[in-house]
């Protein structure tokens, strides 16, 4: 079952010409802009996503509260050392280790990721953790199977490739096709009378991700408007050693769907060199992929029990699900490890907050975010209830902050909170969240959200690839994303004070006809 209001987002986009409307749900989007009087204006603004600095507006907290935040270093520091120099420190790795080595990619609907989430319950009890509990999710069940791709002229020449999620099969022998290469849409409309019967290969120069995603977004359905049997996409990534990248696609309310897969940059690059000196590319496409229907998977969800407003929350997070290539240790094995392992570390430090600390590992997150709808159509009703909102979704490289959204006095509250972190070096706040997708439903609904800010340039380097293993991870960075993340979510969770939501204007993003 697909959330209603994704599944209106896909019936439009096609219609509309708006891309954008469709990788709104995708891993990285532009998210609500703020209006004045720190209420949330609903009108989204597609594009690139750029973080910037939080306002550099003189804060004005209370005194009394600036010096509760202040009292908090001793516990801070202390959580720092345990993780950091102590007798936590390496177990994050070694956690994610085992989670990825044991189970490998956790494709939603998949055995291994079912049996992973046994796994985290099993430990989640093992460590003591309270309300070990799961919330049912029904997700898409898309399975990729066996897949090839070969260009047989000008020359034989194997395509490194992987379907793309949702995508259909081709017939068992494959597609035979010529191919036409198109830079992007409007070259694809201005050479639509070539593409009939023909495999599209559209080769987009990397702008970023928030931009280039489109093409595999919504790819599919364009060149099948035009007549192609086939499409082909340019890896989404802005480096590549001929190492293909996966991720969803969308046919939207389309009658003809295609079968769509990415191909590695250079191999992209060279058919259109080759289709500029004139000379005829065919390629035969296999693929066994199958959507199956729905699958109910689950949300794992585990506490530290507030001691005084147990039915307050503050929420950290990460999605468990990854595609099925490389061991998605990066995306999101990282950012679900700190947010479980945040709570194991209060438990054993005997560190109980005023508010309850919800740690949730996501479901069905790559096939549009599935999991964190699915909660929050759950639990929104109660939205006053919580304090604040994290995911961790952006790789755990080094540590700089948070990325947050919220009006000016959340958001000194954050910086406030960020100054215990000065012996990390994680103060930074940059402004909007970005790298939580599964919770970007809560910010547009006024609440405060938060995300890990983290060096992570080479983050689509790996995303979605082979590539993705334990090799991207490292231990004693990964301790600090632990004791940023822990330390702050503590702190969140224990101040007296109630950090304000938004006023909402308006319910749900309001949705244009074109894109900016």
């Known amino acids: 079952m697909i959330p209603p209001l994704l599944s209106l987002l896909i019936a439009i986009g096609p219609l509309c010409n708006a891309e954008f409307v469709i990788k709104a749900y995708d891993d990285i989007y532009k998210f609500p802009i703020y209006g004045i009087n720190d209420t949330l204006a609903t009108t989204n603004t597609p594009g690139n996503k750029v973080t910037t600095p939080a306002s550099k507006d003189e804060c004005a907290l209370s005194p009394d509260l600036v010096e509760e935040i ?18 936590y420190k390496g177990r994050t790795y070694n956690i994610l280790a085992e989670l990825v080595d044991t189970f490998g990619p956790r494709m939603t609907g998949s055995g291994q990721l079912e049996a992973a989430i046994d796994w985290m319950l099993e430990k989640s009890h093992e460590e003591g953790l309270e309300n070990v ?229 996501w479901t069905g997150e790559e096939q549009g975010l599935i999991g964190g709808q699915a909660y929050f159509d759950k639990h929104s009703a109660k939205k006053e209830k919580y304090q604040m909102l994290m995911e961790s979704d952006i790789g755990t490289f080094s540590p700089l902050g948070l990325a947050f959204s919220g009006n000016s006095e959340a958001t000194c509250i954050v910086k406030e909170i960020l100054k215990l972190l000065k012996s990390l070096n994680t103060t930074e706040v940059v402004s909007p969240m970005d790298g939580g997708p599964d919770i970007e439903v809560w910010q547009r609904a006024g609440v405060p959200t938060a995300s890990l800010y983290n060096a992570n340039e080479k983050y689509f380097w790996f995303h979605h690839s082979d590539g993705d293993t334990m090799s991207v991870e490292d231990p004693d960075t990964l301790d600090k994303c632990l004791a940023l993340w822990t330390s702050f979510a503590y702190v969140a969770a224990d101040i007296t004070h109630k950090i304000p939501q938004i006023e909402v204007q308006q319910e749900g993003p309001r949705l244009t006809t074109s894109a900016p």
């Not at 202390?78 to 007798?87: A, F, K, M, T």
């Not at 959507?291 to 929420?315: A, C, H, K, M, Q």
């Open 70 to 87: 202040r009292g908090y270093q001793e516990t801070v520091d202390n959580i720092i050392e345990y993780i950091v120099n102590g007798d």
């Open 133 to 361: 509990h799961t919330e049912d999710v029904a997700v898409p069940h898309w399975v990729r199977n066996n897949e090839s791709a070969w260009m047989v002229l000008p020359r034989l020449h194997k395509l490194n490739m992987l379907g793309l999620g949702s995508s259909v099969g081709t017939p068992p022998e494959g597609i035979r096709a010529e191919v036409l290469v198109v830079k992007d849409f409007d070259d694809l409309e201005q050479n639509a009378h070539l593409a009939a019967g023909k495999i599209v290969v559209y080769n987009p120069p990397w702008v970023s991700y928030g931009e280039t995603v489109q093409y595999r977004a919504s790819g599919a359905t364009r060149a099948a408007k035009v007549g192609a049997v086939a499409s082909l996409i340019r890896t989404v990534g802005p480096f590549s050693i001929n190492s293909p990248h996966t991720g969803h696609q969308y046919y939207g309310n389309a009658s003809a769907k295609i079968p769509t897969a990415c191909i590695t940059v250079e191999d992209a690059a060279m058919m259109e060199r080759i289709q500029k000196r004139g000379q005829k590319i065919e390629v035969l496409l296999t693929m066994g992929a199958m959507n199956y229907p729905d699958f109910i998977s689950r949300n794992s969800i585990v506490e530290v029990e507030g001691l005084e407003w147990p039915d307050e929350t503050v929420v950290v997070s990460g999605h468990l699900d990854s595609w099925d290539v490389g061991q998605g240790a990066m995306d999101d094995g990282g950012g679900a490890m700190i947010s479980w392992n945040a709570a194991v570390v209060l438990h054993r430090l005997g560190l109980r907050p005023r508010r309850t600390l919800q740690a949730i590992l």
